[in-house]
């Protein structure tokens, strides 16, 4: 069985490029399809892939410009030649979803949301700092996108959903009932520290749709102590808004992460996620994480056991629930117990068995087809 895996971008490296990387373990031979990527933010568990990009590869500036050249994706999307391949696994969370497969090839898609882009402009677009103008001109491109997104969600042959939330948004999109398979969590990369310090940890991505913004406020006038791990195009506000009880780490090695999240006295999760890798590594690391309670959070937190909720995204429920958590005795082996059943061996069993039975599902119909 030839396989080929799709994602849509490796421009810079988060969740989906993570549950991207266990696929690659899963199936080593088979090669990764990528509209654009950038090498030198490629994580080490990717570089020995062989990856293949689009022409939009040649662009110069790409690697850190993609956003710019949102109307050419489903434009390069058309490239991509998979008629060798038996199964095509897409990872999406934009536009993959959407390739051309022969009728012969198996089309199985790990949805990680349909794209938030397009069908929560509003809300994804309130942060951004774009000009009126180009504001008002990508409203008019997301008609055109909704339209291509619902006309090309037929060209899956079987969905799955990496949170409950997603399954609903795959529902509400293209009337599509879709099965979930929670992401994997490398569990064994953490470990549960004697020493907890006096101090919060955010580790994210510093781009507006996080809500970073929201903890630094809230830190702001409880005056404790936060660091905050990342980079991103929103780092230059937030340090404008910081008092010097906030501290920005910036991009970190895997090692020195995992020793804050093991040492933290909560990890802070402020936004409406798609699932959220990063607090179930906190939690493997023994500590609790304060969310949001919304998205991916609701299927991973389990308020009391290994983490807390706060209501409204405002500084004054966030800082409540900071009280509270500081009034709860946390038990770290039972936090790490709970991480662990998301854990990367779970994700390959139920994953590949899945394939395995929707593809045979698939060859059934494709020989009443070919005999009719």
């Known amino acids: 069985m030839k396989i080929a895996l799709v994602h849509d971008l490796l421009t810079q490296m988060g969740g989906a490029e993570r549950v991207l990387a266990v696929l690659h373990q899963m199936y080593p031979e088979a090669p990764i399809y990528t509209l654009a990527s950038n090498p030198g933010k490629m994580m080490e568990e990717l570089k020995d892939?062989?990856?293949r990009t689009t022409w939009l590869q040649r662009i110069?500036?790409?690697?850190?410009?993609?956003?710019?050249?949102l109307p050419l994706y489903p434009i390069a999307l058309q490239q991509l030649e998979l008629s060798e391949f038996d199964v095509v696994i897409s990872s999406s969370f934009a536009f993959v979803k959407g390739i051309k497969v022969p009728p012969s090839t198996f089309h199985f898609c790990y949805c990680h949301t349909p794209m938030r882009f397009a069908w929560d402009f509003e809300s994804y677009i309130a942060r951004e700092t774009?000009?009126?103008?180009?504001?008002?001109?990508?409203?008019y491109y997301v008609k055109y996108l909704?339209?291509?997104?619902?006309k090309t969600a037929d060209r899956v042959d079987e969905y799955v959903a990496n949170s409950n939330v997603v399954r609903q948004?795959?529902?509400?999109?293209?009337?599509?009932?879709?099965?979930?398979?929670?992401?994997?969590?490398?569990?064994?990369?953490?470990?549960?520290s004697n020493q907890v310090e006096d101090s919060y940890l955010v580790v994210s991505r510093l781009v507006p749709y996080k809500r970073i913004d929201l903890v630094v406020e809230a830190?702001?006038?409880?005056?404790?102590?936060?660091?905050i791990v990342g980079g991103g195009p929103d780092l230059g506000r937030l340090k404008s808004m910081a008092n010097p009880n906030i501290q920005f780490l910036g991009r970190l090695e895997d090692n020195e992460v995992s020793r804050l999240m093991s040492r933290c006295r909560a990890f802070i999760f402020p936004g409406e996620e798609d699932f959220g890798i990063t607090p179930l590594e906190?939690?493997?690391?023994?500590?609790?994480?304060?969310?949001?309670?919304?998205?991916?959070?609701l299927d991973t937190i389990s308020h009391g056991t290994n983490g807390l909720f706060f209501d409204r995204q405002t500084p004054d429920s966030l800082i409540q629930a900071v009280r509270d958590n500081e009034s709860n005795e946390w038990n770290p082996?039972?936090?790490?117990?709970?991480?662990?059943?998301?854990?990367?061996?779970?994700f390959k069993h139920e994953f590949h068995n899945r394939m395995l039975r929707a593809k045979e599902r698939f060859d059934i119909g494709l020989v009443r087809k070919l005999t009719v």
């Not at 110069?60 to 050249?69: A, D, H, R, S, V």
């Not at 909704?146 to 619902?150: A, E, F, I, Y």
């Not at 939690?283 to 609790?288: E, K, L, M, Q, S």
Request: charged share 25%; glycine share 6%; with cysteine.
């Open 169 to 192: 948004r795959i529902k509400s999109c293209y009337g599509i009932d879709a099965q979930v398979i929670f992401p994997p969590v490398n569990t064994e990369r953490f470990s549960i």
């Open 219 to 227: 830190f702001n006038r409880n005056g404790q102590k936060l660091l």
């Open 146 to 150: 909704k339209n291509w997104d619902m």
């Open 130 to 139: 774009y000009s009126p103008l180009v504001k008002k001109t990508l409203r």
């Open 282 to 297: 906190v939690n493997a690391a023994g500590r609790p994480v304060i969310a949001y309670k919304a998205g991916g959070a």
């Open 60 to 69: 110069p500036g790409i690697e850190t410009n993609f956003k710019k050249l």
């Open 333 to 346: 082996v039972a936090i790490k117990e709970h991480a662990e059943a998301f854990n990367e061996e779970r």
């Open 49 to 51: 892939a062989d990856i």
